[in-house]
């Protein structure tokens, strides 16, 4: 093979990693939908009885609370060195290496899963869907739903958790390195069962995490950074300390950008459920709100209990609170229930959605009313 047709032997190398890649989670979870392999490995872990059973047991828990720790680490580490790379000549050797364990980090788990893919696909937790105790529909990974209705696709634990995927891209330049990264597989897949036993996430919530870094890892690998190209000295150190200088520039540009509209407009939405008793001689039920709803319905269902819900969405910070306080009292054969919501944080928008759901045996002797109350 002549130099002169080595990159391009190289770049259809990328490609082929890729495409593998890609074609792996597309194939992986069109089988899991056929087989619903989500919910029925999610079940394995729940009851009826005591929900999610394994949640706040050991070893599980001390995963979720420090298993992501190991990564951020790493990827701190790996900024670090990539710095002191441009002042110790010894670690010029390492300095695309340590950029890509670095850059993999913040575009795959920071810009990618935790800053679009989760706020924005709106694919409830198992633990927020109706087959397991919550109040929404189950979604297929290519169904997705209203942003910020669940925040389970993908994984952010489990991102971190395979943090060090990158490693798997220096067998050319350390065997050893190349080991660690093949045994920290382990751990990633130990983080996703944790999220997985948790009710936090389905198979293919942390499958995709693990996928995405890897195809991000070996995006920069061939085409941005480009490693196995021999890396020459620089000739003229003023005008590479110029590009240095714009390089970062950039970066902080859009690492502001990217984070500023992450921290003040990021989708909310949560469900309030409030179960109700009828007593047999109700024959009205008036919700009243301090907010004007944007949408009420009542509705009859087969078997179910008497309960109200209150949806909210909009966009603000990650922090944002809501508190809904609900109260109730009767008046004769009238039955008055007080809805308030407060919210604790900034928000660029906010609305709310009021539902009652009653058994269909009160159909037509319960009238159901909604009213807004001034603050």
Request: hydrophobic share 45%; proline share 6%.
């Amino acid at each position: 093979m002549t130099a002169q047709n080595q990159p391009m032997d190289y770049r259809k190398k990328g490609l082929l990693v890729l495409a593998g890649i890609a074609l792996f989670l597309i194939l992986f979870t069109a089988l899991a939908s056929f087989l619903d392999l989500d919910r029925k490995v999610t079940a394995l872990f729940y009851s009826p009885e005591q929900g999610f059973f394994l949640a706040e047991k050991q070893p599980w828990l001390w995963m979720y609370h420090q298993g992501t720790l190991p990564g951020v680490l790493f990827l701190v580490g790996g900024l670090c060195l990539w710095f002191g790379s441009h002042f110790y000549s010894g670690l010029i050797k390492w300095r695309k290496y340590m950029l890509l364990v670095f850059l993999t980090g913040v575009i795959s788990s920071g810009v990618l899963i935790n800053g679009v893919l989760k706020p924005y696909w709106g694919r409830p937790r198992p633990v927020e869907i109706t087959e397991f105790g919550g109040e929404w529909q189950y979604r297929n990974v290519f169904d997705p739903g209203d942003p910020g209705k669940g925040q389970s696709f993908p994984s952010g634990h489990a991102a971190m958790g395979f943090a060090f995927v990158p490693l798997l891209f220096f067998r050319k330049k350390s065997r050893a390195a190349f080991a660690v990264g093949v045994a920290s597989l382990g751990f990633g897949v130990l983080m996703g069962a944790t999220r997985v036993v948790q009710g936090a996430h389905f198979l293919t919530d942390v499958t995709w995490s693990g996928g995405i870094n890897l195809f991000v890892a070996a995006a920069l690998y061939f085409f941005i950074l480009k490693i196995p190209e021999k890396e020459e000295p620089d000739p003229d150190r003023k005008a590479s300390a110029v590009k240095k200088l714009i390089f970062a520039a950039i970066f902080v540009i859009l690492a502001f950008s990217v984070s500023s509209s992450y921290f003040t407009r990021r989708p909310i939405f949560e469900t309030f459920k409030k179960d109700l008793t009828i007593r047999p001689d109700v024959t009205e039920l008036v919700v009243h709100t301090d907010f004007e709803p944007v949408h009420v319905e009542a509705r009859y269902a087969p078997g179910e209990a008497s309960r109200l819900l209150v949806d909210s969405r909009g966009f603000g910070v990650p922090s944002l609170d809501l508190e809904v306080h609900p109260n109730s009292r009767r008046t004769g054969a009238v039955h008055h229930v007080y809805i308030s919501v407060d919210i604790h944080g900034k928000y660029v928008e906010m609305n709310h959605s009021l539902t009652v759901i009653l058994p269909q045996g009160l159909e037509n002797k319960v009238k159901v009313r909604f009213e807004t109350d001034e603050k």
